[in-house]
């Protein structure tokens, strides 16, 4: 359980580039990062209007002296201070991830990186590389794998409980981009704009997340192929589509399918997973997080609710309060932050014996969903054929 100790007996010192004034998810990561007193805000280059970001970073309590125009500004004057910063997240549009990711790294700071990391497996292995020879880790910011009961999903696969899977049903399917809302909303402009998100819209900005959650349940499950159908159904943005099913298929035999969707009419956010195995299945949607189905084969239907004692340890000790309350993404992003930080903090120690079976997204999470975008955009643009998994 969660009570408000500190994991750490330290908080590390802090930095954000973007997550800025008007952004979506500046918020989020804030309040996740400053949720158990992990983390300090001491610096930012909160915007890309420097003069907004200033205003918004002093109206946050950073000194304005922090408050930086530009991220290599930032590294470069925090890296000369005997206070500067140790950690950095980055919060900017698509584009800009590998090149900030890269810098931090060799500025000498962990990073907490939005996904998607960067746009090709290249670059994504060199960033994983160069986190290996700095000794600095990388997490990425699967928002709702933080939640407790996937934890417990995964530890029931791990326990036998569901038997051999045999198929992962997974899709991330709103309806907010039904009509083309980019023409007025900036945040939705760039993400539907190549240059700003490289191969893909919606496999990328969602469906990496629902995949995450079947890797972190499921990590037993290799992909061997795949294929890929996309669409754009709002035409003004191909080549990127607003819409996609994947089909995957697994080492062990079993199947897996993806739908992400933008224009998924009516639909708040529709994160589903399901996963089927041969004597049980387990559901969880990311709209009643607190519940988790668990299905066994000529029984009566369970939900399993999150926070009480009959859940695995696993589970628990990531519970902020009893069950009946509802917990939900401020809490997992909380979650995954701690983590985070106990990573960054056991890195520095070269605690090896903490890290080698600790739980976070880390750089291989960040990895396997770049590679996982190029496999689909590889098979849609061939005519939505199978392709081996590389
Ligand atoms: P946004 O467009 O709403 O905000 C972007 C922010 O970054 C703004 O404050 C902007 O001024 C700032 N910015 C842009 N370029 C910059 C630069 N070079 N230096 C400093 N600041 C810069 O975008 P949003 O929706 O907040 O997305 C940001 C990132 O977060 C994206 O990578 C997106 O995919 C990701 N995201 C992740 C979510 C999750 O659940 N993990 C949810 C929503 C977004």
């Known amino acids: 359980m969660i009570n408000g100790v500190k994991p750490l007996e330290r908080s590390l010192r802090w930095g954000m580039v973007g997550g800025g004034g008007t952004s979506q998810i500046g918020y989020i990561h804030r309040s996740a990062a400053l949720r158990d007193g992990t983390f300090t805000l001491l610096a930012g280059a909160f915007d890309i209007d420097a003069q907004r970001g200033r205003a918004f970073g002093v109206s946050l309590g950073v000194p304005v002296e922090r408050c930086y125009a530009d991220f290599q500004t930032m590294f470069q004057a925090e890296a000369a201070r005997e206070d500067g910063i140790e950690a950095v997240s980055i919060a900017t549009p698509n584009n800009t991830h590998y090149a900030i990711c890269r810098a931090a790294l060799e500025a000498g700071l962990h990073v907490v990186c939005e996904k998607p990391l960067c746009f090709s497996s290249q670059e994504a292995e060199e960033l994983a590389a160069l986190s290996r020879r700095q000794n600095k880790i990388i997490g990425v910011t699967y928002g709702y794998a933080g939640h407790q009961l996937i934890l417990q999903a995964r530890q029931m696969i791990a326990d036998g409980q569901l ?117 049980a299945s387990l559901e969880w949607w990311d709209e009643q997080p607190n519940q988790l189905r668990f299905e066994v084969q000529g029984e009566p239907v369970r939900i399993l609710e999150r926070g009480m004692g009959y859940l695995d340890a696993l589970a628990l000790q990531d519970d902020r309060i009893g069950g009946g309350h509802a917990e939900g993404l401020f809490e997992a992003w909380s979650n995954l932050y701690r983590r985070f930080a106990v990573a960054m903090d056991a890195s520095d120690r070269h605690d090896e014996a903490l890290l080698k079976d600790f739980w976070y997204p880390d750089v291989n999470a960040g990895v396997m969903g770049v590679r996982w975008v190029e496999n689909c955009v590889r098979s849609a643009d061939n005519g939505a054929s199978w392709v081996a998994f590389s």
């Open 163 to 279: 038997g051999e899977i045999r198929i992962v049903n997974m899709q991330f399917c709103h309806g907010f981009h039904a009509q083309p809302v980019e023409q007025d909303n900036p945040s939705t402009r760039w993400r539907v704009d190549p240059r700003f998100v490289g191969p893909s819209y919606v496999l990328g900005d969602l469906a990496t997340h629902t995949l995450f959650l079947a890797e972190t349940m499921a990590p037993m499950l290799k992909i061997q192929r795949l294929m890929c159908s996309r669409q754009s159904f709002v035409k003004s943005r191909a080549p990127l589509e607003d819409n996609a099913h994947v089909l995957m298929e697994f080492d062990n035999g079993a199947i897996g399918s993806l739908w992400c969707s933008a224009v998924n009419s009516g639909s708040m956010h529709g994160q589903k997973i399901r996963i089927v195995g041969e004597k």
